[in-house]
Structure formats: C-alpha cells, structure tokens
C-alpha cells in the first residue's frame, strides 16, 4: 500500500526491525544510498527474524538518481525540523514515507525544497532531539495504515 523508504540509514537493527514491520503490513521498503551496514549484516538479519522471506525490500544505491525522479504530490518528508505533524498527512495509495539516516536525518536542501511535504512526530519534551527511526517509522506507518483500515478489508 505504501513505500517506506530509508536514507542511508547507519544502524542495522533499526532497518531489520523496519523491513520486518513491512513484511508485517504488506509495504516496500526502499533502502536508498549506501547503508553504513551490509545488506547481509547477522544484526540486519536477526532484527528481521525468520520474516525476510515476507519482506519486498530493493536497494537503490544512486541518491540523487533517487530525489531527482520523486514525485512530491505523493512523497512524505519525515523530519524533526518542522512543526506540522505526521496525522495532518492525508495519505494515498502508493504514496512514499521518506526517514533520512539515524545520525542527520534527511538533507536539508531536500526539506526546504519542499516543505509541503515535510511532517514530524511532536514530542513534549524539548529536550529530545528525536526518536528511535525504527520507533518512528512503527508510529507513522500504523497511522497511515489505519486510514485503511489496516489493509485487511
């Protein structure tokens, strides 16, 4: 139903924990740029349990290549950088959910090219720079899945 896609993302547990919850809810998951991991990393699997096989994951090494052909009518910025929040985003099918790498989050060019299409989870406590990306990809996604009824109409 959607795509959630990760930015270079730097820790393996994280994507195995992502990759298993699409397995789980039926999304892709696009792993653009190199990751700061292998692919094949024993963390990256055993995140993911025995559940890979349920997994559609494709690995887009070229960035650029990546934004340069983003549709942004159907593409989602998550970012800490914004006020607008993630339950504000009125989601379609097909639509892709961008999270930039654990250590900087997505580009800055990128997010101010677009702000429209720029959302972040709020946090009460200032003092927290952000949450986990498997954490937040988890809460993101179900919202944007209970919009459908979790897909199991």
Not at 34 to 61: C, M, N, T
Not at 86 to 113: N, R, V
């Amino acid at each position: 139903m959607f795509n959630v896609v990760l930015i270079e993302p730097q820790i393996p547990q994280n994507t195995g924990n992502i990759a298993r919850l699409c397995a789980a809810t039926d999304m892709d998951l696009i792993i653009v740029g190199e990751p700061g991991f292998s692919l094949s990393s024993r963390y990256l699997r055993r995140a993911g349990l025995d559940y890979w096989e349920f997994a559609r994951i494709k690995h887009l090494p070229d960035v650029e290549a990546y934004f340069a052909q983003l549709d942004f009518a159907r593409t989602h910025l998550l970012t800490t950088k914004v006020k607008r929040p993630y339950t504000q985003i009125q989601p379609q099918p097909g639509d892709s959910f961008l999270f930039g790498k654990e250590t900087a989050g997505l580009p800055e060019w990128l997010l101010k090219a677009n702000p429209n299409s720029c959302a972040t989870i709020p946090m009460k406590n200032p003092k927290v720079r952000s949450l986990n990306l498997a954490t937040s990809v988890g809460i993101v996604m179900y919202q944007m899945l209970s919009v459908y009824g979790f897909g199991l109409d």
